[in-house]
């Protein structure tokens, strides 16, 4: 592999998640965008048996690259090849019963607990903006055995407390909250992922900082953040994209940059990473 020397953020989260994915593994993926792009990196890159299912309930598709797939669901590009076209509730059934290891779901707010929010923003019983809602992400989050959760590095989106639960994370971090709230043992939130950084979750269910990207500093991470995440005891140097990464997000997964090419670009400087509008 050969380090890239210039990427964007987009696709360094993208290539992130793409190396978490495991081999043999199921995944329920929810939307499209930078979730779906992970999981089809993965499996032209890292996990070649990996399984996802996408959020609306197609089960295993090839999806027909270029034809840009990764913007939609229902589609016949994204559904190419199927295994089964089935249904979201079918999909749930699935993962109720234990047959989805992950979900990967992107998110507008997560807070220390790893609940998320994707349906509104301030008080949703007086002022509050309204957004699309979870779709099917409320029960990727609920009934995967470990959720994997996309967003931004930006202090709006880590929140002591989220303005609505769409999602459930570690409800109120009680040791049974989960199962007290009917949603299966021993599931809920394994990773949070952003372009700068990577965080898991500590023994008191609490979001928990283990690793930084190279152009960015373990201090300009809190300083995104509206509260104050638990230390992994050492802060990892997070990897940054392959050439043969970035070849394959750019000519086939997302040919038009609606995905990738929406964010700051980082480029390699006397040695090391910054961003490329640094004097």
Known sequence: MTKA?????????????ARMIEDGRTYWVGGAGSPLASILLAKKRYAP??????????IAPEPALPFDPLMSMVSAEAGYRALQWVSMNLVGFHAQTGFMDYGIINALQVDSYGNINSTAIGDYEGEHRRFGGPGG?????????????MTDQQKRKFVPRVDFISSPGF????????????????????RVVTPWAVFDYDDNRHLRLTGVSPFVTVEQVLA???????????????DTPSDEDLVLLRSELDVRGQITD????????DGRFVFAEQG
């Open 224 to 238: 995104e953040m509206d509260f104050e995440p638990a230390m992994a005891d050492k802060i990892e140097t997070l």
């Open 49 to 58: 048996t990996a399984t996802y299912v996408t959020e609306d309930g197609v």
């Open 5 to 17: 020397t210039h990427f964007n953020e987009r696709e360094q989260q993208i290539c992130l998640v």
């Open 262 to 269: 929406v964010s700051r670009w980082i480029e390699l400087r």
């Open 171 to 190: 409800l109120d971090g009680s040791p049974s909250a989960r199962e007290a709230a009917g949603l299966p043992r021993d599931t809920g939130p394994w």
């Open 137 to 149: 992400g409320d029960s990727i989050a609920a009934l995967c055995w470990r959720t994997i959760v």
